[in-house]
């Protein structure tokens, strides 16, 4: 079974631009999740989306948004970037069954460079 | 608001010593406790899991954790590191009324040297 794949994996932006990253889950996997990676904060919450439904959001300003598709795969966008969004963005898929939470599988993760 | 703190952010040892590495949440409900590892230049991989039942659990490649609820505490150990175990080892907590959001600990680099 392939795992979760994430594009693209490396970015670099400039501060005030926009990005826009995707990521595709585990086949049959309806959840999936955002974490940001710096060696600052550590591993830290996004949101999560299933079934095309923000279930659970993390604290983050309105800047950094997300959707998921019917076929379960999940985008998240970031505007008006700040050089302190440079990161590695993690995408987390689980087969999450309703009132049950099972464990997640992680991406390789979209390397962005805020300059 | 649930926590989570490894207590070494840096960990060095040798071929065949026996490695353990603390974890501490507080969340006073029920919870769900992970294992992750992130080997050099890889992604994060899960190591084991624990949701209910025998605190003792069991995890890939020789690891095992053990739940002690009185503590709030999973710590993880390996009899008899290799080599190989060089990586960054994550503490994750789920607490059960939260969803799917998982809360990392800062993280351990464990270098074993040969």
């Known amino acids: 079974k392939a795992g979760v794949t994430q594009t693209p994996r490396y970015l670099i932006k400039t501060r005030g631009q926009q990005v826009t990253l995707s990521c595709s889950p585990i086949?049959?996997?309806?959840?999936v999740s955002w974490y940001q990676q710096t060696p600052g904060q550590g591993l830290q919450f996004l949101f999560e989306?299933?079934?095309?439904?923000?279930?659970n959001k993390g604290n983050f300003p309105g800047r950094f948004s997300g959707r998921q598709f019917s076929n379960s795969r999940s985008e998240m966008n970031v505007s008006t970037l700040e050089l302190g969004d440079s990161a590695l963005y993690l995408c987390a898929s689980s087969l999450a069954v309703i009132g049950r939470q099972l464990e997640q599988y992680f991406g390789p993760g979209t390397r962005l460079t805020v300059t | 608001a649930q926590s989570v703190s490894q207590h070494n952010h840096h960990v060095i040892l040798s071929e065949a010593a026996s490695l353990e590495l603390g974890c501490n949440y507080s969340?006073?409900?029920?919870?769900?406790l992970f294992w992750y590892v992130q080997y050099p230049g890889q992604h994060l991989q899960l190591l084991l899991k624990?949701?209910?039942?025998?605190?003792l659990v069991k995890g890939i490649k020789g690891f095992e954790a053990e739940f002690i609820k009185s503590k709030f505490s999973f710590n993880l150990r390996k009899p008899s590191v290799q080599w190989s175990d060089t990586a960054e080892y994550f503490c994750a907590v789920n607490a059960q009324a939260a969803g799917n959001k998982l809360t990392f600990g800062g993280g351990t680099r464990v270098l074993v040297k040969p």
């Open positions: 624990y949701f209910s039942g025998d605190p």
């Open positions: 989306y299933f079934s095309e439904t923000q279930r």
């Open positions: 086949s049959g996997h309806r959840s």
């Open positions: 969340y006073g409900g029920t919870v769900n």
